[in-house]
T-cell receptor, first 111, second 116 residues
Framework: AQSVTQLGSHVSVSEGALVLLRCNYS??????LFWYVQYPNQGLQLLLK??????LVKGINGFEAEFKKSETSFHLTKPSAHMSDAAEYFC?????????FGAGTRLFVKA | DAGVTQSPTHLIKTRGQQVTLRCSPK?????VSWYQQALGQGPQFIFQ???????QRGNFPDRFSGHQFPNYSSELNVNALLLGDSALYLC???????????????FGNGTRLTVT
């Protein structure tokens, strides 16, 4: 069965530093993968998606993710963190008609 | 372009009671999925409605039921509430015949349910 595992429930970076949020997937077939962001008291918003067209996927707000089959990973990065990036980030995959979410990583950005 | 709307935003119920949550999908979307998000956890899939039928169900008891109306809006009903049902309930919409890879979920802001 498809699943995703997010490494690190909390990540703290300084403003302007690199953001790296880790996600590994488990799938018997080439997966579809997503990153969503959740700001406080809001629903989830799609950041980007991987659908096998290209291994490096660019999303909104300067985020990107690279699909690495050899590592079964789909890590999310951003070169320079902004205070506004502080939120909960969820890696996700598909299982039938449903989206399957990881446990989430909370990103803290220090001034 | 109206996004996904959910009502109410907050709700407090007592154990054993029943609750109904409502969702209107994003304009143009025909499929509604419901998720439960407990504090500090990722959303867990409850079920999905497409063409007024439950198309897929997650690992939730029969106390959780739903409905989709001809205008694609949806309700989530929970009977015999337990303390453990306290959570944020999220509704998400998509296009049912496009696949999630082509029509990812659009979420509402959720209904915060507290069971006392």
């Amino acid at each position: 069965a498809q699943s995703v595992t997010q490494l690190g429930s909390h990540v703290s970076v300084s403003e302007g530093a690199l953001v790296l949020l880790r996600c590994n997937y488990s799938s018997s077939v080439p997966p579809y993968l997503f990153w969503y962001v959740q700001y406080p008291n809001q629903g989830l918003q799609l950041l980007l998606k991987y659908t096998s067209a290209a291994t490096l996927v660019k999303g909104i707000n300067g985020f990107e993710a690279e699909f690495k089959k050899s590592e079964t990973s789909f890590h999310l990065t951003k070169p320079s963190a902004h205070m506004s990036d502080a939120a909960e980030y969820f890696c996700a995959t598909m299982g039938g008609f449903k989206t399957i979410f990881g446990a989430g990583t909370r990103l803290f950005v220090k001034a | 372009d109206a996004g996904v709307t959910q009502s109410p935003t907050h709700l407090i119920k007592t154990r054993g009671q029943q609750v109904t949550l409502r969702c209107s999908p994003k304009s143009g979307h025909d499929t509604v999925s419901w998720y439960q998000q407990a504090l500090g956890q990722g959303p867990q899939f409850i079920f999905q409605y497409y063409e007024e039928e439950e198309r897929q169900r997650g690992n939730f008891p029969d106390r959780f039921s739903g409905h989709q109306f001809p205008n694609y809006s949806s309700e989530l009903n929970v009977n015999a509430l337990l303390l453990g049902d306290s959570a944020l309930y999220l509704c998400a919409s998509s296009l049912g015949d496009r696949g999630l890879e082509n029509s990812p979920l659009h979420f509402g802001n959720g209904t915060r349910l507290t069971v006392t």
